[in-house]
């Protein structure tokens, strides 16, 4: 908990130092401010949290290995001791859609617009809201496209209205997370945990979630589970083999939960140069990759920070059909063209979701590969497609 603070501590001065340059400027007045944190307290994965690798590799540090903590080689969580601290008086943790897991301080700073400086608002909003909240505020549009791939319309409002203290309608606000889901509309929030039935609560009375209504209110139950379902649907959030293409160079697009799953990995490309990320998923803790060294196909998997990789040497040039697969058994499979050209074994499936979405052309972040990140590939990427099961 002690790195934490420091953590924040540091987040405090150089908050402060950006809104210090923005003031020295006169630019601060003319400046919106959107501070919030991401999610609820975490509780990886014990009350000894974890160091080096997201997932169950507990240490409790004591003595000298306690001056490691917060170091350039620690990676460290403070456990669900701390975090449930940190959550009073709200239910479970991150991963989870009960409030522990999704509710966070918003701060915003306008004066243009904030009618009562200092003031508090509790109007239900989400992270979706910015996205028209800043076009409002710019005068700028939405797009209907990018790199000729058609964008979905937002999801979220302006929040501009809060702001303003003016009069809010109500709408619902969904949620998933590695299967995790819920909704929340008005008073009401239908919540449940991955493959386990719908609960109901009253946030008039029970914002600590404590006391299920949906037997009591099944007609309730019945409407927000179907809302949320087409939710689901519009937004593709149930969806992990969708194919998604692109002749740029390189494309961002959302993440497959692949946590604990045999995937499936598909796609078609020509490449125009020997070396380049095909497409990955992930970084140096864990992932996936597709990529070209010297002219051979290898398939990278890294589990806990240790990558194996599989490798075709003579594969054909111009356009090739790609498949590799990561099977139940961690087994590693390449094919070409509907050819098997290298099999191997794989540490094991990857054990928590990537923190780095899946690019597309390129690495962008951390390298999941022998590589150094972007390792931007020439050439065109099509039909990509992953399979979770």
Known sequence: MAVYAAMIDRMDQNIGRVLADLRSHGELDNTLVIFLSDNGACAEWDPNGFDGSSGPHNILHTGDDLKKLGGPESYVSYGSGWANACNTPWRLYKHYDYEGGITAPCIVRWPAAVKHPGGLNSTPSDIIDFMPT??????AS?????????????????????????????????????GNRAVRDGEWKLVALDNEPWELYDFDQDRSELHNRAGQHPEIVARLAEEWDLWATRCFVRRSNSPVSTNSAALTVPNPQVANKALTISCDTTPEAANG????????????????HDGKLLFTVRVNGTPSSIEATNIPTGHIAITARLNRDTSMELEVDGESVAKGKAPGLIPVQPKDALNIGEDDRTPVGHYASPNPLRGKVENVRVIAE
């Open 142 to 178: 939405y797009p209907e496209d990018f790199q000729n791939h058609p964008i979905l319309p937002m999801e979220g409002r302006s929040l501009l209205p809060i702001l303003k203290d003016e009069p809010a309608t109500n709408r619902p606000i969904f949620f998933e997370h590695e």
């Open 277 to 292: 990320v095909i497409l990955a998923q992930g970084g140096r803790q864990d992932g996936y990759a597709l990529w070209l």
């Open 134 to 139: 800043i076009l409002e505020v710019s005068g």
